[in-house]
């Protein structure tokens, strides 16, 4: 089954970057397109970022484009989201996810808790 693990958040000061990963197993790595969502306290789910299966595609929401970066490691089954200028505003906790298509991208996995004080 699908086994994601995100890693690499913390508590940072706005300005700052961060870089999140996200391990993968139990599917084709490869065959899947991956994702990053952010969940802040009484906030829907909203979604950040794709990347498609060989990574040559990326999607942005408009509040990152420009900011953040998502890339893909197909060898590691891993896809990261790097974090630039870094806003208050982009407190959340961060799941990634993955679907065979983009409109199926789920199973999230635990999640990672990213802080960025002002």
């Known amino acids: 089954q699908v086994q994601l693990v995100e890693s690499g958040g913390g508590l940072v000061q706005a300005g700052d970057s961060l870089r999140l990963s996200c391990a993968a197993s139990g599917f084709v790595f490869r065959n899947y397109v991956m994702g990053w969502v952010r969940q802040a306290p009484g906030k829907e789910r909203e979604f950040v970022a794709h990347?498609?299966?060989?990574?040559?595609?990326?999607y942005y929401s408009d509040s990152v484009k420009g900011r953040f970066t998502i890339s893909r490691d197909n060898a590691k089954s891993t896809v990261y989201l790097q974090m630039n200028s870094l806003k208050p505003e982009d407190t959340a906790i961060y799941y990634c996810?993955?679907?065979?298509?983009?409109?199926?991208?789920?199973?999230w996995g635990q999640g990672t808790q990213v802080t960025v004080s002002s």
């Open positions: 996810g993955a679907g065979r298509t983009r409109g199926t991208v789920g199973s």
């Open positions: 990347i498609s299966n060989s990574g040559n595609m990326q």
